[in-house]
Each structure stands twice: as C-alpha cells, then as structure tokens.
C-alpha cells in the first residue's frame, strides 16, 4: 500500500511540475509575441511603410489593362470566348493571402479524395 501511496503521490508532482512548465511557456511566448509586434509596429511606422494586403496597382499602371489580362486568362482557362463573360471589378479575398501551406494541403486533400474514389470504383489497387 505504501508504494501504491508514493507512486500516486510522484505522479502529481510530475504532472504538477509539467503543467506549471508548460504555463511559464505559454506566458514566455506570449511576451515575445508582444514584443515582436510592439517592434515592427514600430519599425513600420518610422519608415511609413506599412505591410501591403496584396499587389496594387502603381500609378504608372493602367487599372483596364490589367483587369483585360485577367479576362484573357479565364477565359483561356475556361475555353471560353472572353465576351462569354465580364469583369467588373478586382477586389482580392479577405483572408486568403494565399498560405502556401493552406494551398498545398488541400491539394494533398483533393488528390486523396481522387485516389479513394479511383479505389472504391475498382481502377486502382
């Protein structure tokens, strides 16, 4: 019973020790999290410069030139005729950055759900 006891008693120390490790981290990198903000705040803001959402267009740029290359590569994509359509506006996606990581993981979800379907029908082994 006595080793039963001191077993027990080890555990919770363990898992006391582990838990209160793992908060001190927690709070560490938090801290850092500030701080790094708190810098490149600051950075951004003595240069005037401040992180871009995406590609603008320049002054020198002519805005309908762009949206025709657009146009031109639906279109093309399609294989449709660019007068099947039209474009309005340009306006890019709130949220979608474009994570590489986010992109390659649904590739890697997209060829899987191919290859389970090719299997269910019997093509591939």
């Known amino acids: 019973m006595d080793n039963l ?14 838990m209160l490790t793992l908060c001190l981290l927690y709070l ?14 600051c950075h951004s803001a003595k240069d005037g410069k401040g992180p871009k959402a995406g590609p603008s267009i320049g002054e020198d740029e002519d805005p309908e030139e762009i ?3 657009i146009v031109a590569a639906v279109s093309t994509f399609l294989g449709r005729s660019p007068q099947a359509f039209s474009l309005f506006s340009v ?3 709130a949220g979608m950055a474009g994570s590489v990581w ?3 993981g649904r590739r890697n979800l997209l060829n899987k759900s191919r290859e389970l379907a090719l299997q269910r029908k019997g093509r591939r082994k």
């Open 5 to 18: 006891v001191l077993s027990l008693e080890i555990m919770v120390i363990g898992l006391v020790v582990v």
């Open 28 to 41: 560490m990198l938090l801290g850092f999290g500030k701080a790094v903000a708190r810098a490149t705040s």
């Open 67 to 69: 949206i025709a290359v």
């Open 91 to 93: 306006k890019p996606q």
């Open 102 to 104: 986010l992109e390659a």
